[in-house]
């Protein structure tokens, strides 16, 4: 049985002013690392299994750690929200659903590491999140300290948008083309590629807008409390966007640990009357499509197509 009961991110109905924000025990964490040295603060994202969002699944304080011990001068963080997988929608509904997380956990980010500036990088076309964003950003700018140094990215529709050397390059003013070198090596506004210079390689963090979101809560709550979510190797919750043959389409947040069975059969009601599993997309940047074969529960793998089966 999947349980659905426990969420952090989607938790409650959608956060639409700072006041509620607050009263949910929103900037408690941005204002306590404010007073904590960031190294302790590193120690509490190792000690939580806190793991990129966005596809690769990297430690998220193994990247701030490297950008706090870099001697460079200037430092940037970036948010990214450029979300374009096909099916994919988790990044625009938690923005939707609670903008003010996301914001909270890039402004720790910036803190820890030291940033010039932390760019919050959407796509122009996300309407409903940019207005949900903005709002935020302005309740932000006008009452607290937090948002100061924030400024929203509003890019092009482009999928390599969303590569985070990609990324640099649109927050640089240029099209979406990676670069060779990662953001810790090539920052922003270093002159790579013929971009603008100033200053040195001014290495950049780039994380996922759910690895941020998760930053305050974390912080607030303790590791050993989100540890309480998702399995010892990959502790947390996942916002998972379920499309395609199933009787319902849906965004949920869900431990992680679940097989896709369980999220097919428990989550998203099973396939629709007379489809069966073919192939699953599972979202992940630069994987293949994965043949259901291998990853289901005899109960899915009945239904596979029999042309699949001795695949
Ligand atoms: C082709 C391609 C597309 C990507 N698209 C996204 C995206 O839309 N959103 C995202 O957060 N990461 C995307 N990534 C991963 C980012 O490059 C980067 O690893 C990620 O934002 C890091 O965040 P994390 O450490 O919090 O996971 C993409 C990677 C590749 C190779």
Redesign the pocket.
Known sequence: MVNEARKILLDGPPVTSLDEYRARGGLQAYEKVKEMDPRDVLDILRKSGLR???????P?YI?WQGLLESPASRKFICA??????PGTFK?RWLIRHNPYQALEGLAIGSHVIGADTAFFCIKAKFEPEKAALQRALAELQRETTLADNIELVLGPDE??Y????G?LEVIEGGPPAPRVYPPYIHGLFGGAYGGPRDGDNNPAN????E??SHVGHIIRNGPDWFRSFGTPDTPGTMIFAISGDVQTEVVRELPLGLTLREIIDGVAGGMRPGRRVKAIFPGV??SVTILAFNLLGDSLRDELDPRLRNL
């Open positions: 990129g969002r966005g596809g690769a699944g990297f998220t990247k990214n929200g450029a979300e374009g997988e990044d999928y390599l969303g590569e985070e050397k990324l780039v994380n996922n807008v690895t941020l940047a630069l």
